[in-house]
């Protein structure tokens, strides 16, 4: 299944968007995808909003969507339409599921995560006999169901969706909404028609664009961000304490962004607040000059 030929949309139809987990605060990695999304819908003369994916209560920290945000204000980083939660859009995710019910592409699964351990979690087809009170509902994805898309940064991407992953889930047995489900209909409800994130989640976007496409939604463009290693190679996410970010001293985290994102360094030196930082960093963004890669290596002094 190839994508079809997608023509950029004109600068008042690009909205872009930045959508964290509140997981914890925000790091140099999460403000790189903030940063990059906001600098691309600059740069297009298009829009940015920002949606909390508030989903998952059990991952969530309390107080760091609040936190996020406030940080995001700290930064200059602010949308230009209110925040969506989506702990609001239960019933927007349950019409998107009904209607994959009703077609047929969505099942309820009675298994449980052991049943298919030994595929490395790929769900190809129910185990015979299962059953429990709490079933989870997966999407149906028939062999052969190969997605392929252009990405604006990575190139071409192409994945078997149906032996990479399987079945994938779009209700838990939990009740909770899967993140696949909730950023198609989310995505498609807020009208984003360019999403720039982190290359973490590349490996996600063929299931999305199965979404998409079962649903009958538009395919947004896509464009990758490389993802950000210390220089030991470790995800920085992961060594959090070893780089925060200051919401009271924003520059230097935002100057580390910058570069990572592969823009001349000089053009955000003689910036002395976060506001002449943002102005100079509109004119002076060159989306070329961002690393076509996977990962990049940044020394974080
Ligand atoms: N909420 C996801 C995360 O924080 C990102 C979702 C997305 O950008 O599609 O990893």
């Not at 927007?92 to 298919?116: I, P, W």
């Not at 009740?175 to 909730?182: I, M, P, R, S, T």
């Not at 079962?214 to 950000?228: D, I, Q």
């Not at 994102?261 to 004119?283: H, I, K, P, T, Y």
């Amino acid at each position: 299944m190839n994508a079809p030929q997608r023509t950029p949309p004109s600068s008042a139809a690009y909205r872009g968007r930045f959508a964290p987990s509140p997981t914890g605060p925000l790091h140099a990695g999460s403000l790189l995808a903030a940063f990059g999304s906001w600098l691309m819908a600059r740069h297009a003369g298009g829009q940015w909003l920002v949606r909390v994916e508030d989903i998952d209560p059990p991952r969530e920290a309390p107080g760091a969507a609040d936190a996020q945000l406030r940080t995001l204000a700290a930064f200059g980083l602010l949308p230009d339409a209110p925040v969506l939660r989506q702990s609001t859009r239960g019933a927007a995710y349950r019409a998107a599921l009904d209607r994959l019910l009703t077609q047929g592409d969505a099942f309820l699964c009675h298994c449980s995560r052991s049943d298919h351990a030994d595929a490395g979690g790929v769900h190809r087809a129910c185990v015979p006999g299962a059953s429990r009170p709490d079933p989870a509902v997966r999407l149906r994805v028939p062999d052969g169901t190969v997605i392929a898309f252009d990405d604006g940064l990575q190139g071409r991407v192409e994945q078997d969706v149906s032996r990479e992953v399987g079945d994938f889930v779009l209700r838990r047995a939990d009740g909770l909404w899967a993140y696949q489900l909730a950023v198609v209909v989310d995505d498609q409800a807020q009208g984003i028609s360019e999403i720039v994130r982190g290359a973490d989640l590349l490996d996600s976007t063929p299931r999305q664009i199965l979404l998409q496409r079962r649903l009958g939604l538009p395919t947004p463009g896509y464009a990758h961000l490389p993802l950000v290693l210390g220089e030991d190679g470790r995800k920085l996410s992961k060594s959090l304490a070893a780089l925060p970010i200051d919401d009271d001293a924003p520059l230097p985290a935002l100057r580390r962004a910058w570069r990572a994102l592969g823009q001349r360094e000089q053009a955000l030196a003689a910036a002395g607040d976060v506001a002449g930082a943002l102005l100079s960093s509109r004119r002076h963004f060159d989306p070329a000059r961002i690393p076509r890669t996977r990962e990049i290596r940044i020394d974080p002094a």
